[in-house]
Structure formats: C-alpha cells, structure tokens
C-alpha cells in the first residue's frame, strides 16, 4: 500500500511553502499520496492546530504520517520531533501541537537529530521545508524511526482547556470558533445524557436548551446541540454565533441540568 | 484504476471538516486518489454548488465518485442521497445540490438507509463525515450502489436559472459572479452564432457588443464575450465588473441582436 | 512510477476552475498524482507566480509536470507553451510565468501548436482547461513533447527584480510579501557571508543587523535575516512587516556592512 502523508500548516495557500513541503516528500517517496488536512491554521495558534489533530488524527487509516507545522518558534532551541502511536507517525515542532493527539501519554518521542536526512543546509526559518518534509519523505520511502533521532524523555504537552465536570453542571470553554462561526466547546456530553433537559450558557448568556439539530430552531435563531466533536455547540442557524453574541476562544461554557 | 473521489463543499479549509472526511474516505479506501474541486462554496448556497459541479462533473472520467456537501438542513428530513449516472456516482444531502449535473434526469437515486455502511453513531450535524463520506469510502472500496440503500421514486431538484429564448433576444440571468468578478451568466450562444453583431444588457445597463475575449477591449474596459461554460459573460479586463457596476447573482442578463 | 502534476494559478479556490483543469488531466491520464502548489497567486501577478514557481520546482522529482496558469493575456495572441528542462516539463502561458525557472536559458520550448491534442473548441477566455490542462493530461499519459508543437526560437524572459551587489554593499528590492507579512528580497547571502555584521535598510529604513532567526528578537520587534530562498528578509517577529511597517513589493533592499 501506498504511503499516505497529510499536512496540516498555518503557511497559508498563496505562498511557496506549502509546495516546498510537497516537492521535498516526492522527491524522497514519489508513490506517496499527500493529503491536505489544511493550512489556514490561524497564524501561530499552536492551540487550534492542536485541536485539529485531534480531530482528525483518528479518522486517517493506521501508519499514517501526519506532517504538521504551526511552529513560531522555528529556528530557536525548541526542538524537531517524531512521535509514534498505533495510530501513526506525526512529525513537527516541540511546541505542543501534537499534544492532544490519542494515546499522547504512550507514545514513543525521539528528537530529530540525525540530520543526514535532513535537506542541508537547514533554513533557520523554514524547518517544514528543511527538516519535517524530508524526514516524513524518508519515512514515507521506508526508512525506520529510530535511524532518524533519539527518544526523548519527554516532550512538550500543553494542558487540555479547562474543564470542570460536576454532578449538576459542566464548566468548560470554548475552544474552536468555526468557520461557520459556531463555538465549539470542550464539554462533552456522553450519548446516554443527550436530551435529558440540560441548558447551555456561554459567558452567562442562556443560549437555550440543549437540542439535536440545527434543523430544530428557526433560521437566525440560536441553537445548543452536541457537535460533531461529541461535545457542546452554539449556533446561530444560518448565521454566525461568534459574530452575533461578541464570543470567542476561550469564551466559558455552561452546561447545566435546565432547572437549576 | 484506482478509484477517484472528489470533494466540493461549503466547510472552508481552517477547520478540521474536510480533513475529517478524507480521512473517513481513506480509513475505507487507502488507494482512493483524493480531488478537492473547491471547500469555498458560499455558506449554504447550495444553488452555487449545483453550478461547479454542472461544470466540471463532465470533465471527470466516468466512474469517478463525486461527494458534494453543502448542506444547510443537515440532522432535519432532507435524505442523505446516492445519484448514479453514466458519468459516475454522486453521494450528498437530497437538497437540490445534484439538479443540474448532465444526465440528471435518468439517474438512478438512492436514499442512504443502509446505516451500516455509516459511521455510528452518526452526529446530527456533520453527516458529510458519518454519512456520506462514510459511504463514499465503501463505494471506492467496491461496494455496490445497491447495497447502500434502496431506489427513490424522486429527489429534489431546484428549477434553473430563468432563461427565455427567443428569435431576437435571450433573456437569462447571471448565475455566477466569480473570483476575478465577472460575471457568468446562464444565456447560451452557439459556436455558429459567435460573432454576428449581439448586444449585451446586464440589468438594463448596456455592456457592449459580444466579443471574442478579454483582450479585444483595453485593460479597465468592459467586455462581453461567450465564456467558458459557453454562455454569456461580462468583464472589466483586469477589473472586477461585479464591484465596478454593482452586479450580483441573479442580475437580470439579456442577449439581443446589435440593432434592437 | 506514476505521473506527478503539480498546478499553480491565480483562480482562487472558490470556483470551477481549479475542479475543471483536474477534470481534464484525470480523463486523459487517470493515474496521475495532481499535487496543489497555490491557486491564490494574486490576480495577474505574473512575477508573483514566478517566483513561487522558482522556488518550488528544484524540490519536486525530475520529471514532474507542471501546470501554471497566472494568463492575463488568455485569449489574445500571446502564445501556449511546453518547456523542458532536465528537471521536468512546464505547460502554460508565454508571458514570462518561467522565466525563472532553474537553467531556463537552456530549456527548449515550444509552442502547443497541435491542436488534436487540445479540448475543442478551444475557449478564448479558459486555456487552463482546453489547452493547458489537456495537453499536460496527454503528456502524463505519455504523449512526447515533440508531439505536441514545434519549437520556438524564443519564448518571452521577464527581467529578474533589480539586483546591484559590489563589495561594500548590494541592492535589490521586496520580491514578495509573503502571508505572514515577511518581506521577502532578491539580496542573496552566501552561507560564508552569514553572521559577519551586515545591516540591512528597507526603502532608508534601518531594519537592524542580520541575525541568525525570528527567535533572535523578542515578539513584536523587528528581524532581518537570511530566509529560506538563500535571500535577506525582513520580518516583525509574530507580527506583519509589511503592514506595521507600510512595505510591499518592489521596495528598495540594501544589505552592507555594519560599519558603512
């Protein structure tokens, strides 16, 4: 079977960088099949690329390699990374942005130190290009993880949003606003609680009931659901809640039984 | 042959939706050769879609598997939809989406009841990811159409844009402003017709005697001309004639001889 | 091996035609690996579209085929082109979009004068599809270039960007402003050169002394250095150059010693 490699950047589509990184892996392992998972990653926002890992990371097929870089600080003593789970390979920046992966806390994390697979002389600025594309190229073409660094000790994972489940009620955040303008929240709500009466605040205004649907309120009415994610949602249907309602990441998210 | 699929939607590429659904499509079927037609149809402009994939489904080999979600009343009764025709399958909400691909009118649709074949639980408001990205990977895995759901009586198809030949003029309207700002509209002019002294009209505004191409007027200049879908369009030559004259979709367009 | 292609244009994402060119090269050879450099080139900019392509084109595998349409000129008299080089094949417009392709001076072009190979009829405003992506479908399925049009004695080179380099100092100017604001220049610095007390102005503006990376100044200040093209940037550490400091494209770059 053919190696499969996505990218996933905040690089943007108008510029070189996210051509460099596809011919630098075809270059080394021309039969791969290079996936875009995207770029518009918001600029330097380890946290939301992050979360798309998390996302995604467990929809792609075992040994998947999964090529990320949101990475401001490229070029500074933070360092190259290869981490392995059963899941796949993930090759990036030090910086957090695999934190959120699954099976994070037993993976197995090297440094990228074997810079004979490495394209020198490495850019300080462009490590994607330099350094992650053409590991991930050796990896696609077959060479082993452990000719390419050393495990670490351990590496960098940045704390999950905060999160308080309770008995009578949940407090969480929001983590993601789409590009529907929907707030995605972390507070998950198991299959077996959906429908008992609970009611959502996001910064202390009621944004109603929990529902199923967006298809269960009016167009440009708000609506509370269980997102794809399994977790809270706000919508304004056919519109953009963030726009609306003045919220944003980090916003605090309410979940509690509808009588109290 | 390896199996083709391509993806058109409304999702944007900042967020993990697409990403989502290649991965759903390539956990079922690691050799799929995966197209992105676009992610930036307007929010909820399923009319927009419709367009893109009149155009470019024809330019496919046949065979190809089209996925298309654009998808406003997705979790609400609208079916989850399976189109077969001689150029190929073609999996989305039953919305009007599929109206205007070629051939439409002797397809085979299916609803997608075979919850088998869908990833569960199916969230309610991302069926492009349980549903029909799910099914696409088992139909590129060569699963059969028919064992995915069984033959609708009818689907829902939205009417064409208004279009009115007649022997002097043709009145139609512009379906599509695109990216450059031109104006795409929905009148027709046969090969044989190029060329024989017709004047332009876009909402009562005079916009010319059809030409050839962009360069028969100067740069800033306005132009008419038989685009590439074979119909009517209007230009401003490196200009942008949607925002230089205040055009939009549905702007009533009229094609008649030069002299009336 | 299967056939790679790679495809550059200014279409932007939104519309069909980014969908129809792959369309038309997946029916003629359905094999190919279509690889995405950028479809948001900036409108027109012909240079932009060749730099990106200067950049990226030594990293794919010899061989590849690339696709590049930024056509101002389409429909008018400027002709359809096949270049070779002994890196690869280039398909699209003679208006400078290759000139700076590595050994262009070498290449051998030709002009797409066969039209068997071309979608009919060809549309004046769309040689992306019936010209451009047809005939790289052909050469993707092993159709020879000789094959394909007659060479040409000459094909149209745009200057490179103004470029002075003497002993005290060199001079060129911002190539490109890149999606994060970083100002991009043509100075080129040689490894050796590196890290020995060089000072670098933007249009008379002091832009501080080369360092070695981002991670060399705080946020919000500013960094010159070498980037990624081998060439002197400029960059406000995470944060936009170009808007704080009202640059753009085609500004004076001066690079000299530190003392002068």
């Known amino acids: 079977m053919k190696p499969i490699v996505t990218l996933l950047s905040d690089f943007g589509w108008k510029d070189s960088y996210v051509g460099a990184m596809k011919g630098v892996i075809l270059t080394r392992a021309p039969e791969t099949q290079v996936i875009d998972i995207t770029h518009e990653v918001p600029r ?59 099976q994070a806390s037993t993976a197995i994390a090297r440094g990228l130190d074997a810079d004979r697979f490495h394209r020198l002389p490495v850019s300080p600025t462009f490590h994607g290009r330099d350094v992650f594309a053409s590991v991930v190229g050796h990896l696609a073409a077959g060479v082993a993880p452990n000719e390419l660094g050393t495990t670490l000790a351990d590496w960098k994972r940045i704390p999950e949003p905060r999160l308080v489940v309770g008995p009578e009620e949940s407090l969480g955040e929001v983590v993601v606003v789409d590009g529907f303008g929907n707030l995605v929240s972390n507070v998950a709500v198991p299959p077996e609680a959906w429908g008992r009466g609970q009611r959502v605040w996001v910064r202390g205004h009621d944004c109603g009931l929990l529902l199923r649907t967006y298809g269960d309120v009016e167009p440009g009415q708000w609506v509370s659901y269980v997102g794809s994610a399994g977790t809270v949602e706000v919508a304004v249907r ?23």
Request: hydrophobic share 40%; glycine share 14%.
């Open 238 to 260: 056919h519109g953009s809640a963030a726009e609306q309602g003045g919220f944003r990441e980090g916003d605090e998210v309410r979940l509690c039984s509808a009588e109290s």
């Open 44 to 102: 330097h926002q380890v946290r939301a690329g992050a979360w798309i890992l998390k996302e995604v990371v467990p929809l792609f097929p075992p040994g998947t390699i999964h090529l990320a870089v949101v990475d401001p600080g490229v070029g500074t003593s933070r360092r190259p990374l290869l981490i392995e789970t059963a899941l796949g390979l993930f090759v990036g920046p030090d910086n957090g942005l695999f934190s959120w992966i699954p």
